[in-house]
C-alpha cells in the first residue's frame, strides 16, 4: 500500500534541541556540573517517571530538590530546564503545511508537562501558529505514559490513528527511534538537524 501517514518526531527535527544549555543554566544557579547531577536523576529514574507521566511537574520539582539537595524554586527549575530549547526550523514547519495537503500528519515526541508547554509558547511566538495547527493530533510521552523507543509506543500511535503500519512513516533523529518503528513495519527515517527535509522526497 502507498503512503497516507507521516508521524514526526519534535525536538531535533522541528525546534533545536540542546542539551548543553540546560547544563550551563543551571551551572549558572549554583550547580558545579550539572552533567553529572542530571546523570543522577537519570539513574534514579526520576527522569523517566516524568517523561511517562508518573509524576507531576510539581512532584518533580519537589523530588529534585531532594535529590540534589538544592532550595531552588519551582520556576527557577522550570526555566533551566526549558533551556534546551531552540528555535522553530520554519522552513521545515513551512513544509508541512505543504505535506499536510497529501498525507495525514501527526507527531511523536518524549517531552514531559514542563517542556511541552515551553516548546509550544515559543512555537505560537516564531512560527505565529500553535504547534498543534500542523498535525491531527500531537503524541507525548507522558500522556501515553511509554516512551519511544519503547516498540508499544509505536503500537499504541499506530491503534489510535487508525491505519496500516505499511501506510505510516515515521520520522526522528534518533536512530534507535527509526529502528524501533521498522520493527513494527512502520516506514522509518532518520532525519538529523543538518539535513534538508526536502531530500526525504515525500
Not at 515515521?170 to 527535509?197: C, E, H, M, W, Y
Amino acid at each position: 500500500m502507498g503512503l497516507k501517514t507521516v508521524i514526526f518526531d519534535l525536538g531535533g527535527v522541528l525546534f533545536e534541541s540542546d542539551f548543553s544549555k540546560r547544563v550551563a543554566a543551571f551551572n549558572a544557579l549554583g550547580f558545579n556540573n550539572f552533567a553529572e547531577s542530571y546523570a543522577e536523576l537519570k539513574q534514579t529514574g526520576l527522569i523517566k517517571r516524568l517523561e511517562v507521566g508518573e509524576i507531576s511537574a510539581t512532584d518533580f520539582y519537589a523530588e529534585f530538590r531532594k535529590q540534589l539537595n538544592c532550595e531552588l524554586s519551582d520556576r527557577q527549575i522550570g526555566d533551566a530546564w526549558c533551556k534546551m530549547i531552540g528555535s522553530f526550523n520554519l522552513e521545515r514547519l513551512s513544509l508541512l503545511e505543504e505535506l499536510s495537503k497529501k498525507y495525514r500528519l501527526f507527531a511523536c515526541s518524549n517531552t514531559n508537562e514542563i517542556l511541552t508547554l515551553a516548546v509550544e509558547e515559543k512555537c505560537l511566538k516564531e512560527a505565529g501558529l500553535p504547534l498543534s495547527s500542523y498535525f491531527e493530533a500531537i503524541f507525548y510521552s507522558h500522556e501515553l505514559h511509554l516512551r519511544k523507543p519503547d516498540l508499544e509506543v509505536f503500537r499504541r500511535v499506530v491503534s489510535l490513528i487508525k491505519e496500516s503500519e505499511d501506510e505510516v512513516m515515521f520520522i526522528d533523529d534518533d536512530l534507535s527511534n527509526v529502528a524501533a518503528a521498522r520493527k513494527i513495519g512502520l516506514q522509518a527515517l532518520q532525519l538529523l538537524p543538518t539535513r534538508p527535509i526536502a531530500e526525504l522526497n515525500l
